[in-house]
């Protein structure tokens, strides 16, 4: 049990420690010795009271009306410092967003993190040894899972820090449990290198890590040094790489990376014969052979190059792998357009190549041990379209696995090139029990069915549909990554809707644009386009280094100022300052849309 001092009417959020949720029983205890019978002379400061609380850390949710809210979290008046504000409940700082207009969701650092942003605006954040003595005056205990060193850090360390907005960012140390654990289950971190003088750092290399495996995009020249001895991304579990394109930025670092991961699944390891996937445009079979042939590289595991063709293949050759390079155990596959292919899409997992995989093709049915729902694939493709389709309107969709997808489009850019968007399946609604069993449906072997969509009968004969007691289904996460182009309208276009858009804010290299803020400016246009929550600004050029903007201290401040105008909203960070990227599914509503209602006091109240 953990003792801590929170004021009055907050609503203390459990912990969540590596990979568990559990139950956690607060004392909230009258001040010190040292603070007790003194008046509060701080306009902020609150009275502290003794009471019991159990909350669920999955069950902390802001629902009232503005008038309750202002009885029970009352507005923040004074200045403030951020060890202040990680002392203020999850609720609490939930009430202090909502007035704001800003964004509830997200971790007591996010939201801390949200509003000392807001507050600083208003020069209502305190500095110096105002700041120290504010500090000074909360105990210990007042400060949970406090990161307030963190912080002032990253601030002090980074003049561009004060700007930025994010809701999907954690300030944190890498070694964290909370970034360990991964326990949103999709978690996306930059491979920085370099650090221009005006500040901006240079990526290579985005990282993606799933609950199973993690996928790289784009794989520039020193990504194997930005990964060595990193806490977050294992290569042993590094299954695909997608480049997007075949210049140095994008693809130069491939083979060493390979190398890396062969020596990381000695003979004999688990993953040994797992192989790696490497998606490209054309070209891409060709360099990375050429380079393992020259250096007579032996790789441990299989590694099959995909190359996205826009013209249509020959049916005896979907999904059937050819052998390239024998001592390297590398293999090339020719995937079609989507519009162009039979199937509709590529499956990724490649049945045939291994037996130790094979798994029936199919996108129907339900996972019934990570309820996920069919995922959105496209139609079946008609091959006798090839030549009347423009490359422009051409789609790439690769199936994993039940849970993940990644669609590849085209960009406008002088070379190939191409963006990418990370699809998370949809996951089915909640089942109440209790409101099933009241319509009758009380053999729990029935549930399985409710879950996955199918209409029962209940125990006197009537039908008991899912939209009766089952929530309406989560959707899931969607990450789009945008390289160096010269327009990403048409990838908007193609790809959809996106919870998070990492896009490059400067152009390809070699070309000019003016003013130079022009790539941040057209990442918020496709942020707003896309309907996204949020927008990281991404710097992946080390050549960027000897450029002008490289040495203008104004130059990231700009950037960020034109991407919110276009985006339309606030939230734009810089690839890089934060340690990684981790937000949850949105629940959204969790009632049963025909729920009767005459049943609606089962349902409990945080899902209403």
């Not at 001592?327 to 162009?340: G, H, I, N, T």
């Amino acid at each position: 049990m953990q003792r801590c001092n929170l004021p009055t009417g907050q609503h203390p959020q459990a912990q969540l420690l590596g990979r568990q949720y559990f139950l956690k029983l607060i004392s909230l205890q009258p001040l010190n010795a040292s603070l007790a019978g003194r008046r509060p002379t701080n306009s902020n400061a609150l009275t502290l009271k003794s009471e019991f609380r159990l909350f669920d850390v999955k069950c902390s949710a802001f629902r009232t009306d503005t008038a309750t809210r202002n009885a029970e979290w009352p507005p923040l008046q004074g200045s403030f410092t951020y060890k202040q504000l990680r002392a203020l409940s999850i609720d609490y700082l939930k009430a202090e967003l909502e007035r704001r207009g800003l964004a509830t969701l997200g971790y007591r650092t996010q939201l801390a993190g949200r509003l000392y942003q807001s507050l600083y605006d208003e020069d209502r954040v305190l500095t110096g040894d105002a700041a120290a003595v504010a500090d000074a005056a909360l105990s210990e205990d007042d400060c949970v899972d406090d990161d307030n060193e963190i912080f002032t850090a990253a601030a002090a360390a980074d003049p561009l820090f004060i700007h930025q907005r994010t809701m999907t960012g954690m300030l944190v140390q890498e070694d964290s449990d909370s970034v360990l654990s991964n326990k949103t289950g999709l978690q996306a971190t930059f491979m920085t290198t370099q650090i221009a003088p005006c500040g901006l750092r240079a990526s290579t290399s985005i990282a993606i890590r799933t609950l199973q495996s993690a996928f790289l995009f784009e794989c520039g020249e020193d990504t194997q040094r930005s990964l060595l001895g990193h806490p977050i991304v294992d290569w042993k579990r590094i299954e695909r790489i997608f480049v997007s394109s075949m210049t140095p930025e994008a693809v130069l670092g491939v083979p060493g990376m390979l190398c890396t991961i062969s020596a990381s699944r000695e003979r004999g390891h688990e993953a040994a014969d797992f192989p790696v996937h490497v998606y490209g445009p054309p070209g891409l079979v060709s360099f990375v052979s050429s380079m393992l042939a020259v250096s007579k590289t032996y790789l441990e595991m299989p590694v099959v190059l995909h190359e996205f063709t826009p013209r249509a293949v020959p049916a005896e050759q979907l999904d059937q792998p050819t052998e390239v390079l024998r001592r390297a155990r590398l293999y090339a596959v020719a995937v079609p357009p989507d519009q162009l292919n039979p199937d509709g899409y590529y499956d990724g997992q490649l049945s045939a190549m291994l037996a130790r995989h094979t798994r029936k093709k199919s996108s129907a049915g339900v996972d019934s041990r990570s309820g996920t729902l069919p995922q959105n694939l496209p139609p079946p493709g008609n091959p006798a379209l090839a030549g009347k389709i423009p490359v422009t309107e051409m789609t790439w969709t690769v199936r994993i696995d039940h849970e993940y997808t990644v669609k590849a489009a085209p960009l406008k850019s002088k070379v190939p090139t191409l963006g990418y968007l990370l699809a998370e399946a949809n996951r089915s609604g909640r089942l109440y029990p209790e409101v099933a069993a009241a319509l009758g449906v009380t053999n729990r072997d029935l549930f399985t069915d409710l879950k996955e969509g199918r209409t029962v009968l209940g125990d006197n004969g009537n039908e008991v549909s899912p939209a009766q007691c089952v929530g309406p289904p989560r959707p899931g996460r969607r990450l789009a990554v945008v390289p160096p182009c010269g327009d990403s309208t048409s990838f908007a276009a193609a790809i959809g809707k996106a919870d998070l858009l990492i896009h490059s804010m400067v152009p390809p290299e070699g070309v000019v644009v003016d003013p130079p803020e022009k790539g941040a400016q057209m990442a918020g246009k496709c942020a707003a386009a896309m309907q996204c929550s949020e927008v990281v600004l991404w710097q992946p050029l080390i050549s960027f280094l000897d450029s002008s903007e490289a040495n203008d201290n104004e130059f990231p401040l700009k950037a960020i100022e034109s991407a919110k105008e276009a985006f339309g909203k606030d939230f734009v960070s810089l690839g890089g300052t934060f340690r990684v990227h981790q937000w949850d599914r949105d629940e959204g509503p969790r009632v049963p849309t025909e729920l009767p209602r005459e049943l609606m006091h089962l349902i409990p109240d945080d899902d209403n």
